[in-house]
């Protein structure tokens, strides 16, 4: 039932490239709707208006006199932004990106709620899964904020890849300075550490709608670990889809991309969010396969 409306409004938005096809400004609009809210969610999409992320300080500045009251960042402005903005969150100055800004009394407030959302949908969906060696696909700006989730559920050993080796050795430096009871590294031979794998993150665009396909082949795969998955659209990626047949629990990226929409309306507004609800109404906005 939608509660009655108050007189607080909310304009927010979404800075990215090519997100035509987000859900977070339905699961936002509805959210806010429900707690009878005037919230409105806009996307500024740095495609449909063919500038890059250079435009970043001129759009921040526009959206302050226009009273946005923050913005969702997403790729490719994550790291971009941060010299726009006046204070981070202590999550955020770790991983050193942004998904979620704070526009008020003057001030940009940067806060990273991707690395939230991948714990709290991981808890919800593989609550009691092994975290005892944990293999990760990817160290970009989401492969940093998943497995620095991983290491704060108490991930005991956290081994890296990326097609940039360069960048999973970086990764696992930074993590391994923060989180010193735990081993992080980069790996060298994925087939030797899925064998001796408790579990699986992929945090690559590998299995995007727009970039279809696998990250790992599929006989990697083996029924002792647990597969988790950042990329939600499509809900079941070939990767899950192909971990599923070898026997592996598994989970989508669904659960990350309502669960850092939850925090960032938190942020946004200073109310708390039925996340459950928000759960619930991004179900129906998936494409019914």
Same mark, same amino acid.
């Given at each position: ?65 226009? +009273? ?5 960042? %997403?790729?490719?402005? *994550?790291?971009?932004?941060? &010299? !726009?903005?006046? $204070? #981070? ?109 408790? +579990? ?5 665009? %590998?299995?995007?709608? *727009?970039?279809?396909?696998? &990250? !790992?082949?599929? $006989? #990697? ?69």
């Amino acid at each position: 039932m939608t509660m009655p409306a108050s007189n607080k409004s909310y304009l927010v938005g979404l800075i990215g490239s090519g997100i035509g096809g987000s859900l977070t400004p339905a699961m936002h609009e509805e959210e806010g709707s429900q707690l009878g809210l005037r919230y409105v969610y806009r996307r500024i999409d740095l495609e449909a208006l063919k500038v890059g992320a250079s435009a970043l300080p001129d759009i921040l500045v526009a959206a302050e006199r226009m +009273g946005f009251n923050g913005l969702n960042v %997403t790729y490719p402005c *994550k790291q971009q932004i941060i &010299p !726009l903005l006046d $204070e #981070l969150s202590p999550d955020a100055h770790a991983l050193g990106a942004v998904n979620t800004v704070l526009l008020k009394d003057g001030k940009r407030i940067g806060h990273n709620t991707d690395w939230s959302g991948f714990a709290r949908a991981f808890e919800r969906g593989l609550p009691d899964v092994s975290l005892e060696r944990v293999v990760q696909l990817g160290a970009g700006g989401a492969g940093a904020a998943v497995a620095h989730a991983a290491l704060q559920m108490g991930a005991q050993a956290l081994t890296l890849f990326d097609v940039d080796a360069s960048r999973s050795h970086i990764l696992a430096d930074e993590l391994q300075a923060r989180f010193p009871a735990s081993i992080v590294r980069a790996g060298d031979s994925l087939a030797d550490e899925l064998a001796r794998a408790s +579990g699986m993150i992929h945090a690559t665009p %590998t299995g995007m709608a *727009k970039l279809p396909g696998m &990250p !790992l082949p599929a $006989e #990697l795969l083996h029924g002792g670990l647990w597969v988790a998955d950042i990329v939600y659209f499509p809900i079941r990626t070939a990767l899950l889809q192909a971990a599923e047949a070898a026997g592996c629990r598994t989970l989508s990226g669904g659960g990350m991309a309502v669960y850092q929409a939850v925090d960032a309306f938190r942020i946004f507004t200073g109310l708390e969010p039925d996340a459950e609800r928000m759960f619930a109404h991004f179900q129906t906005l998936l494409p019914r396969e």
